[in-house]
C-alpha cells in the first residue's frame, strides 16, 4: 500500500514539474497532442483499521485523424462493498484503452473507435454506459462503436461487453441510434439495444424506443417511449397475445418567458430495467425525476431510481423578481406501479400503488450589496425506503470582503420521523468555509444528532471534520480531511452508493496537463 501510494504521489508531483517548466526548457513539455491526468483518493479508518486507495491515471495522443488513450488503474481496495467493487480489491491493471480513427468534414463523416468506450442513447432510456466517480459507477463496454453523420442525420452502433460483479466480461450488448436533427418542430430518434447472454440456454432481452424533440416558441419538448422484450419471459409470466415484457415512457417539456421558466418532467417504468443476465451491470438509466442538493442534510434521505417500478413527475419553477433576487421552487412525485403492471404480473405480486418518494424544495436567494448575499432554502421530503418524512430548513451567508477573500456560513437543520416507530430526532449542520480565491480554501464542518427513543433519555452523536483544499499551480487540486463524517447515501441521477461512518484522514489529489 505505502509503495502504491509513494508511486502516485511521485507521479503527480513529477507531471507538476513537467508542467511547471519554463519555454527554455522545451524538452520537458509535453508533445504535442498529448493528455495527461491522474486522480488519487486515499482513506484512512482509525477506528476500522480500514485503508482504501484509489488511484486513476489517464494518458491520451491525438495526431490527424487518429487518437488513442488508456487509463492505468490502482485499487486496493476501491470500496469494501464487493457490489461496488467488482472484484477489484487488490487490482492494477490498464483497465482502459481505446483507438479512433475519425474520417469527417463538414457535411459527412464516420469514426471508428475499437477497445473501451462510453455512449449514450437520447436521454438513458435504452443506454447509458458512462463513468461517475462519486458513485463509483464504470460500465463502460469494451468492443467497437461508429458514428457516422450526413448532413443532419446522426447514427451510432455499437457492440460491446461490460465487466460484471466479478470483472469479468461476459454478456454482449448490440445497439443502433439514429437522429435527425433537421426539423425543429420534430427531431426524431430510433435506438434500439439487445443483450445476448453468453449462456445459450438464457433468451436475450431487447429494449426499443422512439422519440422526438420538438420545439415551438419558447417550448422545448422530449418524449420517448420504449418496450422491453423477451421471449422466455413473456411464455412464462404472459399471455400468447403479448408481444412485449415492460415498457417505459419519459417526458419533458420547459418554458422560458422573461423572468420566468418553468420545467416539467413525467415517467412511467414499468420493468423496464436493461441489465446483464446476471443481474449486475445496467445498460440504462433513464431520467429519475429526483433532485440533486448541494446542502449536505436534504442528500441525507434520498431514493435510489427503480426502473422496474415507478411513475411519477416533477416540475420546477424559477423566477428572477430583479438582478439581486431569484427564487426557486420544485415538486416532485414517484409512486409504485398498481398490480395491472407489468412489473407486478410478472413477479405475481398483488399490491395497491403506493408513495415511493415525495419532495419539496423551496430556495430564495438575495444580494444585499456587492460584500452579502443570501440563501434561505426549505426543504421536505417523504422516503418509503427508509421510512422517514424529513424537514429540512437552511439558511446560507456570503461575506465578500474583496475579489479574493469570502466567508460562507451555511446552517442546515434537519427534523427527521419514523413512519414506522413514530420516532423523531433532529440533526443540525454547521458549516464555516473561508475562500482565498483562485488557490485555497478551508472548511470546518460540525454535526448533531439527537435522538430520544426513550422518553427522557436523550442521546446526542457529534461528527466534524477541517477539510483544505490547495491548487498547486494551475493544474493540481489537493484535498485534505481529517475529522469524522456520518454514514449516509451518495446520489447523483437516481444512482445511489452507501458510505458508511468515518472517522480518520483522507486524502484526495487531482491533476490535469
Known amino acids: 500500500m505505502k509503495k502504491l501510494l509513494l508511486f502516485s504521489i511521485t507521479l503527480i508531483f513529477s507531471s507538476l514539474k513537467l508542467s511547471g517548466q519554463s519555454s527554455e526548457d522545451n524538452w520537458y513539455q509535453l508533445p504535442e497532442g498529448f493528455g495527461f491526468s491522474n486522480q488519487m483518493e486515499y482513506s484512512f479508518d482509525i477506528e476500522k483499521k480500514l485503508e482504501i486507495f484509489e488511484n486513476w491515471t489517464n494518458f491520451d495522443y491525438s495526431k490527424g485523424i487518429f487518437s488513442a488513450g488508456l487509463r492505468f488503474e490502482v485499487f486496493q481496495p476501491n470500496d469494501p462493498d464487493p457490489s461496488i467493487n467488482r472484484g477489484k480489491v487488490y487490482f492494477a491493471d490498464i483497465a482502459y484503452k481505446y483507438l479512433s480513427v475519425d474520417l469527417s468534414n463538414l457535411n459527412y463523416g464516420m469514426k471508428f473507435t475499437v477497445?473501451?468506450?462510453?455512449?449514450?442513447?437520447?436521454?438513458?432510456?435504452i443506454l447509458k454506459s458512462y463513468e461517475d466517480r462519486n458513485i463509483r459507477v464504470d460500465n463502460n463496454l469494451m468492443g467497437f462503436k461508429?458514428?457516422?453523420?450526413y448532413e443532419d442525420f446522426y447514427l451510432t452502433a455499437i457492440s460491446g461487453s461490460a465487466a460484471n460483479s466479478q470483472n469479468i466480461r461476459e454478456d454482449v450488448i448490440h445497439g443502433i441510434d439514429i437522429y435527425y436533427s433537421g426539423l425543429n418542430f420534430l427531431k426524431p430518434g430510433f435506438s434500439y439495444a439487445i443483450n445476448i447472454p453468453q449462456d445459450k440456454n438464457i433468451s436475450r432481452t431487447s429494449l426499443t424506443s422512439l422519440r422526438i424533440e420538438p420545439s415551438?416558441?419558447?417550448?422545448?419538448?422530449?418524449?420517448?417511449?420504449?418496450?422491453?422484450?423477451?421471449q422466455t419471459i413473456k411464455e412464462l409470466f404472459l399471455s400468447d397475445n403479448e408481444k412485449i415484457i415492460g415498457k417505459g415512457f419519459y417526458g419533458s417539456s420547459s418554458f422560458y418567458f422573461g423572468p420566468v421558466s418553468i420545467s416539467a418532467e413525467y415517467k412511467v417504468y414499468d420493468n423496464f430495467s436493461f441489465t446483464s443476465s446476471d443481474q449486475t451491470i445496467s445498460y440504462n438509466t433513464p431520467p429519475a425525476l429526483r433532485k440533486d442538493y448541494t446542502y449536505l442534510l436534504l442528500n441525507r434521505h434520498p431514493s435510489a431510481l427503480n426502473a422496474d417500478n415507478e411513475a411519477g413527475f416533477q416540475i420546477e419553477i424559477n423566477y428572477s423578481l430583479n438582478d439581486e433576487t431569484n427564487f426557486q421552487s420544485n415538486f416532485g412525485l414517484t409512486n409504485s406501479l398498481n398490480e395491472n403492471s407489468y412489473y407486478q404480473r410478472i413477479n405475481k405480486l398483488n399490491s395497491p400503488s403506493r408513495i415511493q418518494f415525495k419532495e419539496f424544495f423551496f430556495q430564495a436567494n438575495r444580494v444585499w450589496n456587492n460584500n452579502f448575499n443570501s440563501t434561505f432554502a426549505f426543504g421536505y421530503n417523504e422516503?418509503?425506503?427508509?421510512?422517514t418524512k424529513n424537514i429540512t430548513p437552511i439558511l446560507e451567508n456570503k461575506f465578500y470582503f474583496d475579489d479574493i477573500n469570502t466567508i460562507k456560513l451555511i446552517f442546515e437543520h434537519q427534523h427527521t420521523t419514523n413512519t414506522f416507530t413514530e420516532e423523531k430526532y433532529f440533526s443540525d449542520v454547521v458549516s464555516v468555509e473561508y475562500l482565498r480565491s483562485p488557490s485555497f480554501n478551508i472548511i470546518l464542518l460540525t454535526e448533531v444528532q439527537t435522538k430520544e427513543s426513550e422518553s427522557g433519555k436523550q442521546i446526542r452523536k457529534f461528527w466534524g471534520f477541517i477539510q483544505i483544499g490547495y491548487k498547486i499551480l494551475s493544474n493540481t487540486d489537493l484535498s485534505l480531511l481529517i475529522g469524522s463524517r456520518q454514514a449516509g447515501n451518495i446520489c447523483i441521477g437516481g444512482v445511489c452508493r452507501f458510505e458508511p461512518e468515518f472517522k480518520g484522514i483522507e486524502l484526495k489529489m487531482l491533476t490535469r496537463i
Do not use: C, I, P, T
Request: charged content about 15%.
Open 146 to 149: 461508429v458514428n457516422a453523420f
Open 216 to 230: 415551438v416558441w419558447n417550448l422545448d419538448f422530449y418524449l420517448e417511449f420504449g418496450v422491453k422484450q423477451n
Open 383 to 387: 422516503e418509503a425506503s427508509s421510512l
Open 115 to 125: 477497445g473501451n468506450f462510453y455512449e449514450l442513447f437520447g436521454r438513458g432510456m
